[in-house]
């Protein structure tokens, strides 16, 4: 029965990779970003769309009727054309807007990076939480078993005339706060579960904090820094910003320049009466426009003030990316550094204490210690024990938010087996800009 037991439990085990993979899956975070970079790829075919030409086919018809003299008259008509529209220069207005339309896109590409490290962050937290009020809730739960104890040993000892009253009553008041305790530790599990579920999308089964992600992390302090300024998507994303931003005040300077378009078309018209329709002819038409700008009532001048304001904007803000990877990477590997003085710290206090508890309880027992001696002793105890779940939290944490710090906290490098979520492909089918043209052939 203790075989089938373990067995049901290790099937149910629920590891940190699985939990991320799940809520990778499951996050809706992650599929809006995912759909707000599809939706800002189609910015890429609108801008390529205004220097290829616009061509469209038409067909009309007409039918009268007349009773003249006694005679019936039913003329009718159909016309058929195809017209073509094109601009074929814009001072390279368009060009800088298809670059902005791309860098937009990449930026959209990088936010999905972005938004799948602070999920899978999210997660991480969400998880060790869990584990750590789980602890807790075992912990305080052995705590109240202890006092549970002392209070029954205090009464058997007034029994027989070895005890006070007051060594009742502190036994007394230490369970009291021991059960209060246990119980803010239940509520705050029950609050950790449900968080948990929000993000992977099922309730939290056998946790376990062991991974072997920390290989991830480099030797030293400047080299994860280094790796964090070259490929955190945060400071992608503000390059491609960067890049947005230049090729907006190129396209609102070139909006100062001439523009030269071309039109035409050509049709058919067919007519008849009583059914009998001949063609009539064929005609058509070529033109073309040249137009400068002289005056907008200064919302040309404007446009360029608010791009190149919009440019420095993107610099200024391309700066403060820097410096919070920056802070953020510094403050990821001192949480390390300082979990694992913690625990070391935590492990010596838990050692000692629990020689301590053991020592109190006998000389309590001989008569040379109280019963108050013995319930301080086990709160010290408990809260070394605490101390040591915290700090063991603390630092599986921290090594997580040091590989979101680095940039290193995506499913790619986690090696997670689900398929990424990019839309890059689809970038590419929308850049294919005669793809409209074929559709309507075929």
Same mark, same amino acid.
């Given at each position: 029965?203790?075989?089938?037991?373990?067995?049901?439990?290790?099937?149910?085990?629920?590891?940190?990779?699985?939990?991320?993979?799940?809520?990778?899956?499951?996050?809706?975070?992650?599929?809006?970003?995912?759909?707000?970079?599809? =939706?800002? /790829?189609?910015?890429?075919?609108?801008?390529?769309?205004?220097?290829?030409?616009?061509?469209?086919? $038409?067909?009309?018809?007409?039918?009268?009727?007349?009773?003249?003299?006694?005679? @019936?008259?039913?003329?009718?008509?159909?016309?058929?054309?195809? $017209?073509?529209?094109?601009?074929?220069? *814009?001072?390279?207005?368009?060009?800088?807007?298809?670059?902005?339309?791309?860098?937009?896109?990449?930026?959209? +590409?990088?936010?999905?990076?972005?938004?799948?490290?602070? !999920?899978? %962050? $999210?997660?991480?937290?969400?998880?060790?939480? !869990?584990?750590?009020?789980?602890?807790?809730?075992?912990?305080? +739960?052995?705590?109240?078993?202890?006092?549970? /104890?002392?209070?029954?040993?205090?009464?058997?000892?007034?029994?027989?005339?070895?005890?006070?009253?007051?060594?009742?009553?502190?036994?007394?008041?230490?369970?009291?706060?021991?059960?209060?305790?246990?119980?803010?530790?239940?509520? =705050?599990?029950?609050?950790?579960?449900?968080?948990?579920?929000?993000?992977?999308?099922?309730?939290?089964?056998?946790?376990?904090?062991?991974?072997?992600?920390?290989?991830?992390?480099?030797?030293?302090?400047?080299?994860?820094? /280094?790796?964090?300024?070259?490929?955190?998507? /945060?400071?992608?994303?503000?390059?491609?910003?960067?890049?947005?931003?230049?090729?907006? =005040?190129?396209?609102? +300077?070139?909006?100062?320049?001439?523009?030269?378009?071309?039109?035409?078309?050509?049709?058919?018209?067919?007519?008849?009466?009583?059914?009998?329709?001949?063609?009539?002819?064929?005609?058509?038409?070529?033109?073309?426009? !040249?137009?400068?700008?002289?005056?907008?009532?200064?919302?040309?001048?404007?446009? &360029?003030?608010?791009?190149?304001? *919009?440019?420095?904007?993107?610099? !200024?803000?391309?700066?403060?990316?820097?410096? #919070?990877?920056?802070?953020?990477?510094?403050?990821?590997?001192?949480?390390?550094? $300082?979990?694992?003085?913690?625990?070391?710290?935590?492990?010596?206090?838990?050692?000692?204490?629990?020689?301590?508890?053991?020592? &109190?309880?006998?000389?309590?027992?001989?008569?040379?210690?109280?019963?108050? *001696?013995?319930?301080?002793?086990?709160?010290?105890?408990?809260?070394? #024990?605490?101390?040591?779940?915290?700090? =063991?939290?603390?630092? &599986?944490?921290?090594?997580?938010?040091?590989?979101?710090?680095?940039?290193?906290?995506?499913?790619?490098?986690?090696?997670?087996?689900?398929?990424?979520?990019?839309?890059?492909?689809?970038?590419?089918?929308? *850049?294919? &800009? @005669?793809? +409209? %043209?074929?559709?309507?052939?075929?």
């Amino acid at each position: 029965m203790m075989l089938a037991a373990a067995s049901v439990g290790a099937a149910q085990a629920q590891s940190i990779t699985q939990a991320l993979t799940a809520a990778y899956d499951h996050a809706p975070d992650l599929q809006s970003a995912l759909l707000s970079a599809k =939706s800002s /790829a189609e910015g890429i075919a609108q801008a390529q769309s205004r220097k290829l030409p616009t061509i469209g086919a $038409s067909i009309a018809g007409n039918q009268q009727f007349s009773l003249i003299g006694g005679n @019936w008259n039913t003329p009718s008509s159909i016309t058929t054309g195809i $017209s073509y529209n094109q601009t074929i220069f *814009d001072n390279y207005r368009t060009e800088a807007q298809i670059e902005a339309a791309r860098a937009a896109a990449e930026v959209a +590409e990088y936010q999905i990076r972005n938004t799948e490290q602070n !999920v899978l %962050l $999210s997660v991480v937290q969400a998880y060790m939480s !869990v584990l750590t009020d789980r602890q807790l809730v075992a912990l305080r +739960e052995e705590n109240i078993q202890f006092f549970q /104890a002392q209070l029954q040993s205090a009464r058997d000892r007034l029994e027989v005339g070895e005890g006070t009253r007051i060594d009742v009553a502190q036994a007394e008041a230490r369970l009291a706060q021991g059960q209060a305790s246990y119980r803010a530790s239940v509520s =705050s599990l029950e609050v950790s579960q449900a968080t948990f579920q929000r993000y992977v999308g099922a309730r939290p089964q056998n946790l376990s904090p062991g991974h072997n992600y920390a290989k991830l992390i480099p030797a030293g302090l400047e080299t994860a820094i /280094a790796e964090a300024e070259v490929g955190h998507p /945060a400071i992608l994303m503000s390059k491609a910003a960067i890049r947005a931003a230049q090729a907006g =005040s190129d396209a609102a +300077e070139a909006a100062f320049g001439p523009t030269a378009t071309i039109n035409g078309q050509v049709g058919s018209r067919w007519s008849g009466t009583s059914g009998l329709m001949s063609q009539d002819g064929l005609s058509g038409q070529v033109g073309f426009q !040249v137009t400068v700008p002289l005056y907008a009532g200064g919302a040309l001048g404007s446009s &360029v003030r608010k791009a190149n304001l *919009d440019q420095v904007k993107t610099e !200024v803000d391309a700066m403060a990316a820097y410096d #919070r990877v920056r802070e953020a990477v510094i403050t990821a590997w001192a949480g390390i550094q $300082s979990a694992e003085a913690q625990i070391q710290a935590a492990q010596a206090a838990v050692a000692a204490g629990s020689t301590v508890l053991e020592g &109190v309880v006998q000389e309590r027992d001989l008569g040379t210690r109280t019963t108050l *001696d013995v319930l301080n002793s086990q709160a010290e105890l408990t809260s070394a #024990r605490e101390g040591l779940i915290n700090a =063991s939290t603390n630092k &599986v944490i921290a090594t997580f938010s040091l590989l979101s710090a680095m940039g290193r906290l995506t499913a790619s490098d986690l090696g997670l087996p689900v398929v990424v979520k990019s839309a890059v492909n689809y970038t590419q089918t929308v *850049d294919d &800009v @005669w793809q +409209e %043209l074929r559709t309507v052939a075929d």
